[in-house]
Every structure is written in C-alpha cells, then in structure tokens.
C-alpha cells in the first residue's frame, strides 16, 4: 500500500500531523506493506525568496492580532507538538518560502532519501530553530540526510532543478481536492485531511488495506502473458 | 496518476507489452501526469542462477515440442515485437534466473535510473542477445543506464542488497491476484492484465483518470491543517 502525503515544511500541523500518522501507522497490522511519500505543497508560493521573517510577526499581520494573541497561537501548536514528543520553540522562528527546500527533498527523492531530509527538515525548522530558508543551511541538511554535498550544492544553485516536480505535486493535490495540508492519500482512493488523531489514520489504513480490489479493463481471456507454467502458446 | 508494470526481463510479452502501453500512453491526453514504476515478478525464480542455457531448448523441453516447432513460438513473439518497431532475435538468446537484474532494477529505482535500466535490460535481453545472466554484462548495462559501478558491483556481489524489495513486489502482485505477466496496476485501482493493444491501455488510462475521486475518512471539520490563508487559529 502507499501514503503520499502532502505537506509543508512551513506547516506546523503538517510537523505534528505527520508524527500522528506514524502513531497510528505503528498500530496498523500491516505498516510494513506501506510505502511512504512527501509530496510538495506551499502554503506561500508567491512569497519572494528573500522575503523571510520572524513567524510571530508574520502571524500577527496575517490575523489582525496582537503579538500576545500571536504567541497564543504558537503555543496552541506547542502544546499538540509536545503531546507527540516533539520539540517546538514558539519564538525566534521565521517564515518564509519554501520552494528550494522541495527542490532539495525531490533531489532527495532520486537518491532514497528523502524521508531521512523530511524529518531534518521539519526539526531544523520547528525545534532547533535553523533556518530552512537560508541555502547553507539547506546545503549542511542535504549533507546530514546522506546527500552528496555536490550534487546539493548543485541543485540549489540551479533554481530549474526539480522544479517542475514541486509544481507538478501542487498541480495534483488541486486535481484531488487538496486545498490544505497536511492532507493524505491512500492508494489514491482515500483521501484524510489535516493532522488527525492517530486512530483515524489507523482507521483509514484498515479500510484502504481492505477495499484493495482491482478492477480489471480489457479482455482478459485474450491476453498476451507469461506466468510460471509459461506463455501463451500459439495453437500448433 | 502512477502506473505499476509488473514484469520480468525474460518475459517476451513484457517487452512486446511495455511497447504496447508506451504507445497507448502518448495517446492519453494527460500522459505527462502519469508516472511509471517497474516491480519485480520472476517466471522462473527457483531456477539456479548457474542453470542458463539456450530458450529454444528451454520451451521445447517445458511444452514437449520440436526445436522447429519452439522456432515458430519465437517467430509468433518476433513477429509482435517487430510490429511494434522492436529487435527480436529468435535464435541464440538464453534463459535463466532473473533476480540479480531485478535486485539492481530496484538500486536504480532508488537512484532514479529505473527507466534507463530497465529499457536496456530489454534490449540485451531480446534485440542484442549479450546475456542477462552474467554478472559482467550486468555491470556494464547498469553503468550505462547511468549508475556508479562500484555500487553496481557491491549490489550484484552482495545476494541479500535489495533481495527484499523483489520479494515485496512479488508478495504484492499476489495479493493483488496476478499470476502471469506484464500485469499493469493503474493507481492501485484498475489492473490490465497481459500485452494487451495500445488502445486497450488508452482507454484503461482514461477510465483510472475520470475515477480519481477520493474517499474522505475522518472528520473533516476537525481537522488541524494549514492552507494559504493560514493554520486554523484556536478562538480568540
């Protein structure tokens, strides 16, 4: 079975959501069947690539609030990133866009490791406060995933580098209806949205396991196929 | 959408096949969001790896007729594959045991070079006749579909490198039902069983397409997600 996820490393409830998925993947009987997959979304693509900042700020303009109310709703996400065991500083954060960090987790893709990244990423970003928007720092995380400093080096350095793989991820998630992350889906055929409890995804994985039924499109009796007794043999 | 193409190097209609949905492929109209993926299914996967030998021999033996008449299987297969604007020698090419070129189809999958490998396995296999079956031309197919010869080699001397990941795939063509091959898995929701025409697998991309409606699971209006208009915010 495979789970493609999309997400942001910008996202908080994508950080925390994706630690829930693993719970509840840890309680599916056949969580070693299952094929896991990040896929690119941006929450603020139209954000220029040297428009970075603190988050408390950004999230104060963005509501109308006050830094105070700003700080509440950091530590909202806190207190749900901590309940999962996970670290989350709620100041000195920045926001910005996270275009390069996708190239850099489609490189890591190619390679087979991209899981490896995705979770330097997310804790470089929400826990120990290094910035993900700064290329050096983007360089030092491909180096600690198991990347080749070249080829990441590369890769940044070339703004067309798996670009069109990011936008081609984004051109999906809106073809199934994703307008939020983080937002997971199943084999294609199930569809979780947002970062919830463990169970449901334990739940959702059960009933994806289940109705893996394939139905068949053309005719079968004619086909031209080999199988352990042999292929098809022309009449003689 | 992704389709998975279960098949074996050793496998005629697999090759005449893959031709077949490459060509039903360039007349889908969405063909540039389709992705591919190769999984492993050996025919013959208790043969010894030193039990080689020429296929002629090999089908006369197995259905119990003439070399002649063997000759006319390979000529009813060569006939498909010329059709198809493919090599196809009939005379001179061996049979054996195929998870050695399964186990490196699977380290180019994860250095992104599946495609290359497995497009020139073909070739050997059918149009060139340099053998499968040796780990020479083994090495020398995958650093030319783009891999690192050392790894090549590391991967080919070591039996367990990727020995799993072929076993996964068989494991999963059975529980998916399929006992011959090619068999084709279009977003784990419609199967295309056998070398089928080209507009069979058109028309089974275009049914996969307009049935890509998710099931949502979970509650939808609880959910903690992030869009571009920001994370849900806790009420003030």
Known sequence: MRVEIWSDIACPWCYVGKARFEKGLEAFAHRDDVEVVHRSFELDPHRAKSDTGPVLEMLAKKYGRTLDEA???????????????LGYRTEGRDHGNTFDIHRLLHLAKARGRQSELLDLAYRANFAEERSVFDAETLAALGVEAGLDEAEVRAVLADES???????????????????????????????????????????????????????????????????PDGCEVPRA
């Open 71 to 85: 700080r509440a709703m950091e530590q909202h996400v806190a207190t749900n990133a901590h309940a999962e065991g």
């Open 161 to 227: 580098a798996y670009a069109e793989a990011v936008r081609e991820d984004e051109r999906e998630a809106a073809e199934l209806g994703a307008n939020s992350v983080p937002f997971f889906v199943l084999d294609r055929r199930y569809g979780v949205s947002g970062g919830q409890p463990a169970e449901v995804f334990t739940q959702a994985l059960e009933q994806a396991w289940q109705g893996r039924v394939l139905q068949p499109v053309g005719a079968e009796a004619d086909a031209e196929a080999c199988g």
